[in-house]
């Protein structure tokens, strides 16, 4: 499962995974009808408490986001309408901004120079039509 936690983010660990599975189902990695790992299962590969795991999944059942079926898993639900699917996007989108810039404060980086790299980036991406990869490289 493409899941990986932080351990050192002020945020819980049951919202992690909560957001990192939003993200997921959103850029359609985890499409409708997708099953998900048994709660069990995900709380070994992530080596986090099965309750944690049973929170951030009950969370996504009311969030109509997946079905848990009693004895047969938990299911990402049929496609969101596009109103859901762009909240949820965006929503994927601030989170990971947050996180960068929470990482690039921790090292000591300050605003304007953070800016004039991510700008650089942008225009890059533009000029190149894809993101570079985490080498400077051009994703394929």
Known sequence: MLVELDFRRHVPIYVQIVERLKH???TEILKPGDQLPTIRQLADDLRVNFNTV???YRILDQASLVSTQQGRGTYVL?????N???RLREEALKALTQLFLT???QLGFEPDEVARDV?????SWREAGMPPDGDG???K
């Open 137 to 139: 490289k051009k994703v």
């Open 78 to 82: 049929e496609s969101l309408p596009p």
């Open 84 to 86: 859901q699917s762009t």
């Open 24 to 26: 997921l189902m959103a």
């Open 54 to 56: 049973a929170r951030a």
């Open 103 to 105: 990482e690039a404060a």
């Open 119 to 123: 700008e650089s980036s942008i225009e």
